[in-house]
């Protein structure tokens, strides 16, 4: 249903509003856009804290994968180094 939202051109907007006005009435419009509104300002806040959360474990794994690469490349180069002064010898 949010893919058809976002195609809606111009005139099927207005027959929604049409519609819209003849089943609650123009004093409720405003309500109910109110509430729309309070619902869509608490989904952007649960997003955004579901993504600050997100963000915040996964840099926590980014930094222990940075670790793990160091250690890894250092280990790497100590063995490379080795063989080359075996080499040398």
Do not use: C, W
């Amino acid at each position: 249903m949010v893919t058809y939202i976002l195609f809606i051109s111009g005139g099927e907007l207005v027959l929604v509003m049409l519609l819209a006005l003849l089943f609650f009435g123009a004093k409720a419009i405003p309500d109910i856009a109110k509430t729309l509104g309070k619902g869509m300002r608490e989904f952007k806040k649960a997003t955004n804290e579901i993504k600050r959360e997100i963000n915040e474990h996964t840099s926590e794994i980014k930094k222990d994968l940075d670790e793990v690469s160091n250690d890894v490349t250092k280990d790497a180069n100590e063995i490379k180094n080795n063989i080359y002064d075996q080499m040398e010898d």
